[in-house]
């Protein structure tokens, strides 16, 4: 049965995008908002104007499981993805679903942010600190910050459920000593709420709904801008970070125009795009967005992506059981 209503789901989902996949030369499957997302896409046809591009937006969970049901019903829909994690394609890299490129944009890269054998690379770096509200009685300034009696009842967090970023955070945060799955046991006891994705975090503190809030970087650095009570905290123990890595399916029957993409958000003009839109940019040599302190003074605690990989289940069980009622 299940298998059915995983075949049924895949043979729905190319009912519903057959239309744009024959209409277009290149369908990209993306975790980035939805307005990223167009421009994303926009800046890609308006340096290859021969190219007409699709393209499908969630979190990258959801992507996922999109992605696999079209893969049991023998009918995958996207040529490219753009999604939140180098965890989740190293998943699909190992399962055989990924095309190895090697772009020549590669060389503007540290190798650290990129798969040897070309089979994806990272666009830019997402980090995860604090949000709060201008109004909040505590400006934080830790980690620990959000599990004191000043913050119960008070904090918002994406679910690692259903944020890529969240699940790659809070695994990053289990791996440090002073924190570790202890510290999401304390942020469930003191009343945090975690659920849905980011978005739904910067509501919630922009509102006032909450005071505070985990969440990715530029979010809350963008809304300020615009006059949100937001404050965005590089919290002193270090950050997380996801890297939105692109990678092309096995499956594409569009290579070339797949290929063209990859090269397009590693090279200078996509950097660029990036930029623009708030985010820092991976390509060596690109300056931070407004808002952001200089690049040296981030520090990104480190997390090993094979032993993420490995753990990525036990993780999610670990967490579903601390904020179960959540």
């Known amino acids: 049965m299940k298998t059915f209503v995983s075949a049924l789901a895949g043979l729905l989902a190319v009912a519903l995008f057959s239309g744009a996949a024959s209409a277009a030369d290149l369908v990209l499957y993306t975790s980035q908002p939805n307005a990223d997302a167009q421009a994303t896409v926009d800046g890609f046809m308006a340096a290859n104007p021969g190219i007409k591009v699709d393209w499908v937006r969630d979190g990258t969970p959801q992507i996922i499981a999109k992605l696999q049901a079209e893969m049991q019903a023998g009918a995958p829909v996207a040529d490219v993805l753009l999604i939140a994690d180098t965890v989740t394609l190293e998943r699909l890299k190992e399962a055989g679903k990924l095309l190895a490129y090697k772009s020549p944009e590669a060389a503007n890269y540290d190798a650290s942010l990129y798969d040897a054998g070309g089979y994806y690379y990272s666009t830019k770096l997402i980090t995860t600190g604090i949000v709060y509200n201008t109004a909040a009685a505590m400006k934080p300034a830790s980690w620990q910050d959000l599990v004191k009696p000043e913050a119960k009842g008070l904090v ?11 699940l790659i955070h809070a695994q990053t945060l289990a791996g440090v000593g002073s924190l570790g799955w202890d510290y999401y046991k304390n942020l469930a006891d003191n009343g945090a709420i975690a659920s849905g994705g980011n978005g739904a975090v910067l509501k919630s503190v922009a509102s006032g709904e909450k005071a505070y809030g985990m969440i990715v970087d530029y979010m809350p650095i963008r809304e300020k801008a615009k006059g949100a009570p937001l404050e965005f905290v590089f919290p002193k123990e270090g950050v997380s970070a996801v890297t939105e890595p692109v990678g092309i399916l096995a ?31 991976a390509r060596n040599g690109t300056p931070l967005p407004a808002g952001f302190p200089a690049r040296d003074s981030i520090k990104v605690l480190p997390l090993n992506a094979a032993d993420a990989l490995k753990n990525t289940d036990q993780d999610l069980k670990t967490f579903s059981t601390y904020f179960k009622s959540k």
Do not use: R
Not at 156 to 166: D, T
Not at 253 to 259: L, V, Y
Not at 268 to 276: M, N, R, Y
């Open 251 to 281: 499956s594409t029957q569009h290579d070339d125009a797949a290929k063209k993409f990859v090269d397009y958000v590693l090279s200078e003009k996509g950097q660029e795009g990036f930029l623009k839109l708030g985010y820092i940019p």
């Open 156 to 166: 918002a967090m994406p679910s690692p459920l259903a944020s890529g970023a969240a």
